[in-house]
């Protein structure tokens, strides 16, 4: 069974206190590593797609990285409007299977 | 840009009343899908449709129903709402294009009394 785990579950930082947040996910096959940022009582919002081993993109504060088992969300220098929950969700290979979410990672940024 | 846009953003319904949660994509995805959002419990997929007229159970389906008779919308049915049902449900869309990214909604918030 496909499976995605994020910690922390909570993060709380300084502003300009960088850090990281973490996605390990098992999934027989790998199509996609999706990240989403959500802001309270809103929908989420689409950031990032990984497909390969060492890719990584940038937005921003934000960089995503990926290896075989495992994603990191960078977050440089955060302001107070970084604060959001950060999904994870993986795509498996086989065939056009839903997406697998994680719980997410509930950041807050101080000022 | 991608609009995906759910009918109601909240809604307080009494408990065995029938309650309808549409939605509208504009950007003609094939795939349309329905989940929940609780805390503690993350996103929770309960029905997905590949195509017009057809539907695939998600992991929560039980007490939920789906319609999809026209490509840009995705109906949820509550057919006898229950308490338990309270939370917020989203909806999303993406291309028939494995890999290609889900575009979700604002979510509609259902209170059930």
């Known amino acids: 069974e496909d499976q995605v785990t994020q910690s922390p579950e909570a993060l709380r930082l300084q502003e300009g206190e960088s850090s990281s947040l973490n996605c390990s996910y098992t999934?027989?096959?790998?199509?996609?590593l999706f990240w989403y940022r959500q802001d309270p009582g809103k929908g989420p919002e689409f950031l990032f797609t990984l497909y390969s081993a060492g890719e990584e993109k940038e937005k921003e504060r934000l960089k995503a990285t990926l290896t075989k088992k495992e994603s990191f969300l960078h977050i440089t220098a955060p302001k107070p409007e970084d604060s959001a929950t950060y999904l994870c969700?993986?795509?498996?290979?086989?065939?056009?299977?839903?997406?697998?979410f994680g719980k997410g990672t509930r950041l807050s940024v101080i000022a | 840009d991608v609009k995906v846009t759910q009918s109601s953003r909240y809604l307080v319904k009494r408990t065995g009343e029938k309650v309808f949660l549409e939605c509208v994509q504009d950007m003609d995805h094939e795939n349309m899908f329905w989940y929940r959002q609780d805390p503690g419990l993350g996103l929770r997929l309960i029905y997905f449709?590949?195509?017009?007229?057809?539907?695939e159970k998600g992991d929560i389906p039980e007490g939920y129903s789906v319609s999809r008779e026209k490509k840009e919308r995705f109906s949820l049915i509550l057919e006898s709402a229950s308490t338990n049902q309270t939370s917020m449900y989203l909806c999303?869309?993406?291309?028939?294009?494995?890999?290609?990214?889900?575009?979700f909604g604002e979510g509609s918030w259902l209170t059930v009394v």
């Open positions: 999934v027989s096959g790998l199509r996609g």
């Open positions: 449709s590949y195509d017009v007229k057809m539907k």
């Open positions: 999303a869309s993406s291309t028939g294009q494995p890999g290609n990214t889900i575009y």
């Open positions: 969700a993986v795509q498996a290979i086989s065939g056009n299977t839903p997406l697998v």
